[in-house]
């Protein structure tokens, strides 16, 4: 099964820019990730998909567009631009490697973004 | 606007038992699968177990099969969890979420808090 790596913390100032990475394991550079945010004492919310080209299909509903994706290698990054204290929260990125017609998910550590 | 609220949560010793419920509102239930997610106290997030859309396939993480059962009433727009045979590891909030075809989890709920503790 993939391994998602995050680094356990990122931190920004009101409104400057972070970029949250997730790096796949070894032999899934095709895979796509899903982006996942979690606010304190809440339930995850869906960001977007990313693959290696960038974002796949549409956004959360909600969004901002603030938040983009970009993908590299056995990178997927989420960048957070204009960052705002509503972003204070821990972004979880997540796959689906099931092989058929059922799913099987994984998830990285996270990152806890805190908002200076 | 799609809703997920779960309920059933609570302190149970170890090896007892308990059913978690999610209720589903504001979008057409029976046609997505739908799955568990749980998340320990501080840490990150676990997958648990899927159901399909007519409940007759489902697959769990290694950790939870022989005790853990997911089930659905398509008719009553709900999910369920029935958990057996409870182990301290299993203590965390547990959290309900559709499944899109692609795979994505789109829709969350706000979970509910199973303690495992004599």
């Known amino acids: 099964q993939p391994v998602l790596t995050q680094p356990p913390s990122a931190s920004a100032s009101l409104g400057a820019s972070v970029t949250l990475t997730c790096t796949l394991s070894s032999g899934h550079s095709n895979d796509k990730v899903d982006w996942y945010q979690q606010r304190p004492g809440k339930g995850p919310r869906f960001l977007m998909r990313v693959g290696k080209g960038g974002i796949v299909g549409s956004k959360g509903d909600g969004i901002p567009d603030r938040f983009s994706v970009s993908g590299s290698g056995l990178n997927r990054y989420l960048t957070i631009k204009n960052i705002q204290e509503e972003d204070d929260s821990d972004y979880y990125c997540?796959?689906?490697?099931?092989?058929?017609?059922?799913?099987?998910?994984?998830f990285g550590g996270g990152t806890k973004v805190t908002v200076l | 606007e799609v809703q997920l609220v779960e309920s059933g949560g609570g302190l149970v010793q170890p090896g007892g038992s308990l059913r978690l419920s999610c209720a589903a509102s504001g979008f057409i239930f029976s046609p997505y699968w739908m799955t568990w997610v749980r998340q320990a106290p501080g840490k990150g997030l676990e997958w648990v177990a899927n159901?399909?859309?007519?409940?007759?396939?489902?697959y769990y993480v290694d950790s939870v099969k022989g005790r853990f059962t997911i089930s659905r009433d398509n008719a009553k727009n709900s999910l369920y969890l029935q958990m057996n045979s409870l182990r301290a590891e299993d203590t965390a909030v547990y959290y309900c979420a559709r499944i899109t075809v692609s795979g994505t989890l789109d829709y969350w709920g706000q979970g509910t808090l199973v303690t495992v503790s004599s």
């Open positions: 997540g796959i689906d490697y099931g092989t058929g017609r059922e799913f099987v998910f994984v």
């Open positions: 159901i399909n859309q007519h409940g007759s396939e489902n």
